[in-house]
Nanobody, 115 residues
Framework: QVQLVESGGGLVQPGGSLRLSCAASRRFFSYNVMGWYRQAPGKQRELVATMTSDGVTNYADTVKGRFTISRDNAKNSVYLQMNSLKPEDTAVYYC?????????WGQGTQVTVSS
């Protein structure tokens, strides 16, 4: 069983920044994809950004140029630097790791962008 523990959410004003962190309870030695998804009230969960174990990134159009995903394989961790935050970025952000046919999810961390 793999546990993903997220941290870094909170309340921030429009235009501000936050950095989310996610640590997995074990290392993945084969090809895998680590990433972030978000779910706003009344909406479906959506992809924010992913990064493969060989460094290929993918971003939602709505966050390109504002968010940056990174990972530290030695620490089994993935990060999301969020800049120029907008009220529409308000959501619960979930960490995800896909390794083969299995997908693991964190418990989610709330990000609220409001003045």
């Amino acid at each position: 069983q793999v546990q993903l523990v997220e941290s870094g959410g909170g309340l921030v004003q429009p235009g501000g920044s936050l950095r989310l962190s996610c640590a997995a309870s074990r290392r993945f030695f084969s090809y895998n994809v680590m990433g972030w998804y978000r779910q706003a009230p009344g909406k479906q969960r959506e992809l924010v950004a992913t990064m493969t174990s060989d460094g290929v990134t993918n971003y939602a159009d709505t966050v390109k140029g504002r968010f940056t995903i990174s990972r530290d394989n030695a620490k089994n961790s993935v990060y999301l630097q969020m800049n120029s935050l907008k009220p529409e970025d308000t959501a619960v952000y979930y960490c995800n790791v896909r390794a083969g046919p299995i997908s693991y999810w964190g418990q989610g961390t709330q990000v609220t962008v409001s003045s």
